[in-house]
């Protein structure tokens, strides 16, 4: 399996990015996808995860009600939709892939997920 994130960019304070994360590979059946992001000086932070099927979606409390997680399935490709977004929301934003369908107490442990991909970079400055 592998991943691609894209979309990244340069955004005012209040604005929008979508990214997204290609996904090849077998991604039917038990499994989820994350976002992660790590900003300069910081570890990386859990951000968003979805269930292959969709039925389920964790937000970290920094991002929800701001940022939204979606799929589709057709397309083999997860967005992470982010509104309002605030100069701490810069970071380098990577998806990745978990082999299980986790649950609230493990959705944002870097180990529950096998494959990465190589990140993209959103900056949000005036």
């Known amino acids: 399996v592998q991943l691609q994130a894209s979309g990244g960019g340069l955004v005012q304070p209040g604005g929008s990015l979508r990214l997204s994360c290609a996904v090849s590979?077998?991604?039917?059946?038990?499994?989820?996808i994350g976002w992660f992001r790590q900003a300069p000086g910081k570890e990386r932070e859990a951000v968003a995860s979805?269930?292959?099927?969709?039925?389920?979606?964790f937000y970290a409390s920094s991002v929800k009600d701001r940022f939204t997680i979606s799929r589709d399935n057709t397309k083999n490709t997860v967005y992470l939709q982010m509104n309002s977004l605030k100069p701490e929301d810069t970071a380098v934003y990577y998806c990745?892939?978990?082999?299980?369908?986790?649950?609230?107490?493990?959705?944002?442990?870097?180990?529950?997920?096998?494959?990465w991909g190589q990140g993209t970079l959103v900056t949000v400055s005036s």
């Open positions: 590979g077998d991604t039917l059946g038990r499994g989820s």
């Open positions: 990745a892939k978990s082999p299980y369908n986790l649950i609230t107490s493990s959705w944002g442990q870097p180990e529950q997920y096998d494959a």
């Open positions: 979805i269930y292959n099927s969709g039925m389920r979606r």
